[in-house]
């Protein structure tokens, strides 16, 4: 069964940070990661996806990384502002038995103070 | 964008009553929306797979019976939350997959998704 956690569950920084958001998978065999915003009672906007042969995306001041062999990735936000503010969900596709599942880790709060 | 409509974005009801949540693909078509269910601070679960003209696969642990999913043409998918207890209150997401060559990394479209309260 494959598992997703993403660490811290929740972060507050000042506004103009870069901060590095950390999400860890437990079975490799994944077809690709993506990484969702989440506003308070809303549904999923999505940032970045990286498919299983890719090391990176980039957009904007976005950044995400794959490592997965190791079962890692993380986003990098540059730069971070106010309207960054909200839940950061990492979610996988496939592994742990199942080829189109995607499944989410919790999400990260981001908090970014004015 | 690909965009999806999911109605009503909030809906509150008494215990024992149904409610349907609809799913829409408005510029695209997807054969393939499945449905998940999220509780405060918890991640989204899966809860089904709905695909066009054939049966919804449920996740394990999830009663088909009481939660009737439905995808009767390309940009619809409805789901309904027969005799609704309070235990069911949730938030409730859909996303479709637009028709691409490469399923597996085709992109994920999400709705706003649907506050359920039921009293």
């Known amino acids: 069964k494959q598992e997703v956690t993403q660490i811290p569950a929740a972060l507050s920084v000042p506004e103009g940070e870069n901060l590095v958001l950390n999400c860890s998978f437990t079975?490799?065999?994944?077809?690709?990661l993506q990484w969702f915003r989440q506003d308070p009672g809303k549904g999923l906007t999505s940032l970045l996806l990286i498919q299983s042969s890719q090391r990176e995306q980039t957009s904007g001041r976005l950044n995400a990384s794959l490592d997965k062999s190791s079962g890692r990735s993380t986003l990098y936000i540059a730069a971070s502002q106010p309207g960054d503010s909200a839940t950061y969900l990492c979610?996988?596709?496939?592994?742990?038995?199942?080829?189109?599942?995607?499944?989410f880790g919790k999400g990260t709060l981001l908090t970014v103070n004015p | 964008g690909a965009v999806v409509s999911q109605h009503p974005s909030w809906v509150i009801c008494k215990s024992g009553t149904s409610v349907k949540i609809e799913c829409r693909s408005l510029d695209f078509q997807a054969t393939t929306m499945f449905w998940y269910r999220q509780f405060p601070k918890q991640s989204l679960m899966l809860m089904a797979t709905s695909n066009e003209g054939s049966k919804a696969t449920y996740e394990q642990g999830v009663e088909k019976d009481k939660f009737l999913i439905n995808h009767a043409s390309l940009t619809l998918s409805t789901l309904t939350v027969t005799s609704a207890h309070p235990e069911d209150s949730s938030f409730y997401i859909c996303?479709?997959?637009?028709?691409?060559?490469?399923?597996?990394?085709?992109?994920?479209?999400f709705g706003n998704g649907t506050r359920l309260t039921v009293t």
């Open positions: 979610a996988v596709r496939g592994g742990g038995g199942s080829n189109y599942k995607l499944t």
């Open positions: 996303s479709a997959r637009e028709i691409s060559g490469d399923s597996y990394n085709s992109p994920l479209h």
């Open positions: 079975d490799s065999a994944i077809y690709n």
